[in-house]
């Protein structure tokens, strides 16, 4: 090879290995100066999968408070709205675990100015290094239910404390009235009313205890309407006469309801009482029935004292009256109407009122229908 050839393809050489060297520097400065971001934690699949069919409020938080994964409830529970957790005292209770790693398990009232007030319990935990689970139930009903309940042991004992008082003042009175053939029947007289009182209160307060789940009835039976009518008004005919009070009872016989004979009479017997009771001298009461399609409705219509509108919303709650003072004298308990709600809850009825104050009042308990196997045959 002459030397001209030799020279060229030294030259050409050289040339091809500067090019992979400066090629080979490039490549190796790009990757040095690349640095990858940092992936955001992913929700490990099992977890998701917990969190999509689980029916409370879940949520999976990573390290700067965005909710990466929230079960349904979550969201329809207002606890999450978008990937932000709404709820401020439970971000802090997050940040408290994800500092430490402990878990915590807490009682929160959650309060929004567009939901009302709720009270949840709270588990929080750590979710491996860099996530935080919550898992939250909601408490409201039953705190709801606690207070109730001990609204109602308050409200007995109250009760209960009224005639039981007035019996031992009256034995007293008795014991020192001995000789005092007059003052012993008229203590005596007012004993016996304390203490149909003290019965009366009791068998509601038993009634009332039967019926507070408003779970459906497991048997129910044909029930007579006019059977019902009748023994409500034969409960309050002594108490009608004495007031000058005519009980009048109408509207279409022969009909039936679907459920059971003794909370049905004991609602309706709550409602004529309650008409008797509220209702002045020589005036009427009219208790009737009628048909509409596939229910029946009773109505208690009376001429009395009549509702204040401000007080329609209340007069079916426990223990609740419209006028405290004056039941001391008409010796109400407070539970009749509470008892009416129930019935009809747990019979898939229910009750109305129209009331104008000064006017009267008219009470209509709806309950399904029950057609006779006459009537069935004749509509065949």
Do not use: C
């Not at 060297?21 to 100066?33: C, G, K, N, P, T």
């Not at 940040?95 to 319990?121: F, K, Y």
């Not at 008892?339 to 309950?367: C, M, N, P, Y």
Request: no cysteine; hydrophobic share 45%; charged share 25%.
């Amino acid at each position: 090879m002459d030397p001209t050839t030799q020279a060229f393809l030294a030259a050409l050489i050289g040339a091809v290995v500067a090019g992979g060297a400066v090629l080979a520097w490039a490549i190796s400065d790009r990757q040095q100066s690349f640095v990858p971001a940092p992936e955001e934690p992913a929700v490990p699949p099992a977890v998701a999968t917990v969190l999509s069919v689980l029916r409370s409020s879940a949520v999976v938080v990573g390290e700067d408070d965005a909710v990466l994964k929230a079960s349904a409830p979550a969201y329809a529970f207002g606890l999450v709205r978008g990937n932000v957790l709404v709820a401020e005292e439970l971000t802090d209770v997050v940040r408290q675990v994800r500092r430490d790693g402990q878990i915590r398990e807490t009682e929160l009232l959650l309060s929004r100015t567009d939901m009302p007030s709720r009270h949840v319990t709270a588990r929080v935990a750590p979710l491996g290094s860099r996530m935080v689970l919550a898992l939250i139930e909601d408490r409201t009903r039953e705190r709801r239910v606690e207070a109730v309940r001990r609204d109602f042991v308050a409200n007995v004992s109250h009760e209960l404390k009224t005639p039981i008082g007035a019996i031992r003042l009256l034995a007293e009175a008795i014991l020192d009235a001995a000789d005092d053939e007059e003052a012993v029947k008229r203590f005596g007289g007012r004993m016996l009313t304390e203490s149909d009182r003290l019965t009366r209160l009791v068998q509601q307060i038993i009634e009332l205890s039967r019926l507070q789940g408003d779970d459906p009835l497991e048997a129910p039976v044909p029930v007579s309407v006019d059977d019902v009518i009748g023994a409500a008004v034969d409960a309050s005919a002594i108490d009608a006469d004495t007031r000058r009070i005519s009980l009048v009872s109408g509207g279409t016989h022969g009909l039936e309801v679907f459920g059971n004979a003794e909370q049905v009479s004991a609602a309706v017997a709550n409602l004529v009482a309650n008409a008797v009771t509220y209702s002045g001298q020589d005036s009427t009461v009219l208790v009737s029935a009628k048909a509409d399609d596939n229910i029946v409705e009773i109505s208690v219509v009376d001429q009395g004292i009549g509702i204040p509108p401000g007080e329609m919303d209340r007069i079916f709650e426990r223990f609740y009256r419209i006028d405290p003072a004056r039941h001391r004298s008409t010796g109400g308990t407070g539970l009749g109407l509470s008892i009416v709600k129930h019935v009809a809850a747990t019979h898939g009825g229910d009750i109305r009122v129209w009331s104008v104050e000064g006017q009267g009042s008219t009470f209509t308990l709806a309950l399904p229908r029950h057609y006779s196997a006459h009537h069935q045959e004749n509509s065949a």
